[in-house]
């Protein structure tokens, strides 16, 4: 397909620290700050106030949206006509690069890799993949599972053969050592999450986040500590071990301080995380996690999904419980989308439905 005839998207500049990014807006308006009244703040819990980044609107929302807004900036402010991406076969991300392509008038090439074994049909071609397909991107395969090195090669390659058919590529890579463009979105965030909390005359005392590639936990960290702010964020392993991630964020924050021309802005005491509820990787869930989504389901009408936000809820809520902890203050809770792959993994909650496993643990507001 080729390059929509309508008019070009609006590429502002926007200054982050001491430098000067391009930037097109794709959200719609502000996602609320809302409390979780019925999951949390009683029996002892601290209140968890949920960040609705999962309405940021675009392509069906997510965390996402923020980061392609610099993508795609930096995209048509150097003159390309393409995004280029790589992620799991059930990525939120690609999905979204997709929709901001579409809405830029780029068109977007899609990687899709085999990260998770063993999955069936509506995995391959339903929820995230239909979506992808609905916007109308190339998608390719990489029968390859988890090798970031390789899927970032890959890229590399497709672009080649762009570029050799006279297009101009922007590549989205996934490594940590690449430019963590993306991550601006969240240093961003930061403030107005401040703002929101201040508005509600709420007093935050720990935020949680899902830890993946790393750029909205390692934005939102350097955000916070951009706008004066020593929030401790606690970032909910989703895909890699504590260690891994652990150098991961180091090597993200370090590079994205770097960019905004605050180097150091990031310590080491800054990087907290967890991977207590990865459970056994990415993409699968423990009955812990299950239940999390469940509940969330049953007890605020409230959509997660079963690969980042049933695991960083649960995160928040083993938070909540901590009075040592908060000190009486909040938890913030980024609620960070990722609603359409419930689609793609229609058989794994089925089966988790089946074994009532909300009842067999009492997770939900009334344990
Ligand atoms: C819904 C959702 N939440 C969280 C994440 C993790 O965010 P990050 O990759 O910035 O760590 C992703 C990443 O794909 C996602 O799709």
């Known amino acids: 397909m080729t390059a929509s005839p309508l008019p070009p998207a609006v590429v502002e500049t926007v200054r982050i620290g001491d430098r000067d990014f391009p930037r097109v807006r794709l959200i719609s308006g502000v996602p609320p700050l809302e409390p979780l009244a019925r999951l949390s703040g009683h029996g002892g819990r601290a209140l968890i106030l949920a960040k609705r980044d999962d309405l940021t609107g675009l392509g069906l929302g997510g965390n996402k949206v923020r980061k392609l807004e610099f993508y795609s900036g930096k995209a048509l402010a150097t003159g390309c006509d393409t995004l280029i991406i790589t992620g799991a076969v ?22 899709l890799e085999d990260r998770v074994a063993g999955m069936d049909e509506n995995y391959r071609k339903n929820g995230n993949v239909l979506l992808d397909r609905l916007f109308g991107a190339t998608l390719h395969y990489l029968p390859v599972g988890e090798d970031e090195a390789a899927a970032d ?37 930061a403030q107005e999450i401040l703002d929101q909390a201040a508005a509600l005359d709420r007093r935050i005392s720990q935020v949680v986040v899902p ?71 990415y993409g699968k869930n423990t009955p812990e996690t299950w239940a999390t989504l469940f509940a969330a389901a049953q007890d605020e009408g409230l959509l997660l999904d079963p690969v980042y936000t049933a695991k960083s809820l649960s995160g928040a809520l083993a938070m909540a419980a ?46």
């Open 90 to 111: 059930q990525s939120n991300y690609v999905r979204i690069t997709a929709a901001a392509a579409r809405k830029c008038g780029l068109d977007c090439h899609i990687q």
């Open 322 to 367: 901590q009075p040592e902890t908060t000190g009486g203050g909040d938890v913030l809770w980024l609620h960070t989308g990722g609603t359409p792959a419930l689609f793609g993994y229609r058989a794994a909650i089925e089966q988790a439905l089946d074994k009532d496993i909300t009842k067999q643990t009492g997770a939900g507001a009334t344990a």
């Open 211 to 281: 830890s993946g590639s790393g750029q909205t936990h390692g934005g939102l960290l350097t955000g916070l500590r951009l706008a004066g702010s020593s929030l401790p964020v606690t970032g909910i392993c989703v895909r890699r071990d504590q260690a891994a991630q652990t150098a991961r964020i180091r090597q993200i924050t370090a590079n994205l301080c770097d960019l905004i021309g605050r180097p150091g802005l990031v310590t080491e005491d800054d990087i907290q995380i967890t991977d207590a509820f990865l459970g056994p990787g």
């Open 153 to 189: 090669d890959h890229l590399d390659r497709i672009a080649g053969e762009l570029t050799a058919r006279g297009r101009k590529p922007f590549v989205i890579h996934l490594g940590a050592g690449s430019e963590p463009r993306g991550a601006l979105g969240y240093v961003l965030a």
